[in-house]
T-cell receptor, first 111, second 112 residues
Framework: GEDVEQSLFLSVREGDSSVINCTYT??????LYWYKQEPGAGLQLLTY?????DMKQDQRLTVLLNKKDKHLSLRIADTQTGDSAIYFC???????????FGKGTMLLVSP | NAGVTQTPKFQVLKTGQSMTLQCAQD?????MYWYRQDPGMGLRLIYY???????DKGEVPNGYNVSRLNKREFSLRLESAAPSQTSVYFC???????????FGPGTRLTVT
């Protein structure tokens, strides 16, 4: 079955890099996503990666995918206090539009 | 272009009462979803509608019903609310691959 797992909490200082990790179990994943949820708000897509890619970079965000180990990571360079939020990893399977979400990683950035 | 809207934003119900959560999207998306979010549980899919006229159960459908009223609107009904249904409810929509889901702002429901 599908399962997406993430560590629950990460604390960093402003200006440092943050790395949020995720593991998934289903090898037929098509896309893997990172969503951000700010307090009191809905989820917003940050980025996604197709399963045949190893890496995707978008400004301060770098996504790394290790398909062999079913491991996905999100690196945020020069982390700012405005990056404090909950980050969700999610996967979709071939032919399906439904997503399976991890439980979320709370990122706390201190000045 | 409002994206995904949800009403109400907040609601308090007594056990046994019923209510309908409304969701609408103006992006002409085919697929719509209802999730609930509970502390430490992430997002769990309640029901979804892959296209107008179809609905399917998700991971946690018990105690809920849905209606895909038209392409824009997808409602979630609690017939007899229970305290276990206290949660934040999110509606989302998407169209084609890569199936980026757009989320509404959420409805915070408390059942006493």
């Amino acid at each position: 079955g599908e399962d997406v797992e993430q560590s629950l909490f990460l604390s960093v200082r402003e200006g440092d890099s943050s790395v949020i990790n995720c593991t998934y179990t289903d090898s037929s994943s098509t896309y893997l996503y990172w969503y951000k949820q700010e307090p009191g708000a809905g989820l917003q897509l940050l980025t996604y990666i197709f399963s045949n890619m190893d890496m995707k970079q978008d400004q301060r965000l770098t996504v790394l995918l290790n398909k062999k180990d079913k491991h996905l990571s999100l690196r945020i360079a020069d982390t700012q206090t405005g990056d404090s939020a909950i980050y969700f990893c999610a996967e979709s399977l071939t032919g399906y539009s439904t997503l399976t979400f991890g439980k979320g990683t709370m990122l706390l950035v201190s000045p | 272009n409002a994206g995904v809207t949800q009403t109400p934003k907040f609601q308090v119900l007594k056990t046994g009462q019923s209510m309908t959560l409304q969701c609408a999207q103006d992006m002409n998306h085919n697929s719509m979803y209802w999730y609930r979010q509970d502390p430490g549980m992430g997002l769990r899919l309640i029901y979804y509608s892959a296209s107008e006229g179809t609905t399917d159960k998700g991971e946690v459908p018990n105690g809920y019903n849905v209606s895909r009223l038209n392409k824009r609107e997808f409602s979630l009904r609690l017939e007899s609310a229970a305290p276990s249904q206290t949660s934040v409810y999110f509606c989302a929509s998407t169209d084609r691959s890569p199936y980026e889901q757009y989320f509404g702002p959420g409805t915070r429901l408390t059942v006493t």
